[in-house]
Each structure stands twice: as C-alpha cells, then as structure tokens.
C-alpha cells in the first residue's frame, strides 16, 4: 500500500486541519481487526443504520459512548470458569469497535435483536447551515 504525505497541503489550505487527520487516519493500518463484523446502512438522505453481529453478548455486556464525533461501542464478556472446550470456534472475546462520525451526526437508539446490535443515527443538520437563496439587489433573503 502506498503512503501518502498530506504534510504540503497543510501549508497551502486554512482550516482543513481535520480533514487531513482523517485522511491520514484511515490511510494508516486498521488495528481493530475484524471483529465484530458490520454494516452501515444509508436508509435515507439524513439516517443511517450500524448493525454490529455481537452473538453471545448480552446487553448488559456491551456499551455505546458518543463522544464528540465519535462512536465508541465496546462488548465486555464476564468471564466462566469450569468450561473445558474441546474445540471453540466461537470468538468470545471483548473487543472496542471506533466508528468516526461526520458534523451534526447523533445517536438516536440502539436495540439489540437475534445477535445483530443496530445503532440508528440521524443527520441533523442546523437551520443556519441550511442552504438559502439570496436575492441578487440584497434587499431580502429567500428561505428556501
């Protein structure tokens, strides 16, 4: 894979500081691994849908933080002794998945149903972030 150096833009564009760490961050190596499998799912213009496959986790075992614009969701297991496994393909491990969310991006729920966590987010966007059409003589603004 090949490593680009965002370090000369930096010089040249005001303000897209963060937009370059994301863009540094994800170019780096994922360290979370693959474990819980996802998805993200666009179910209109301003929702969205994480479903995480966390079998064997209760709901008392997993955790969902909002902090900023970022979604923290970690699934701690309690830990049985006594069991001797012969074979044990099923991952029963605890684990931390980070998800990177954009401007005005908020949790609205989670539910838990058949193994599958689903995370439901909204895109609210501010009415003065709105597009609004401005008159050309200045006089007045069109809402639109």
Same mark, same amino acid.
């Given at each position: 894979m090949r490593n680009v150096d965002f370090s000369p833009l930096y010089r040249n564009a005001i303000g897209f500081d963060r937009?370059?760490?994301l863009m540094e961050a994800s170019n780096a190596k994922n360290t979370q691994g693959g474990y819980p499998?996802? !998805?993200i799912e666009q179910q209109d213009? !301003? !929702?969205y849908r994480i479903t995480m496959a966390v079998a064997g986790f209760a709901e008392d075992q997993i955790d969902i +933080?909002? =902090?900023e614009n970022m979604l923290i969701v970690r699934g701690e297991r309690k830990a049985e002794e006594g069991k001797n496994y012969v074979y044990q393909g099923i991952a029963e491990r605890d684990f931390e998945r980070k998800f990177q969310l954009a401007d005005y991006v =908020?949790?609205?729920g989670? +539910?838990?149903e058949n193994g599958l966590l689903h995370v439901e987010l909204e895109r609210e966007i501010p009415d003065a972030m709105q597009?609004? =059409?401005i008159a050309i003589n200045g006089k007045s603004i069109i809402e639109s």
């Open positions: 937009l370059f760490n499998p996802y !998805n213009e !301003n !929702n +933080t909002q =902090k =908020k949790v609205i989670a +539910t838990m597009p609004r =059409k």
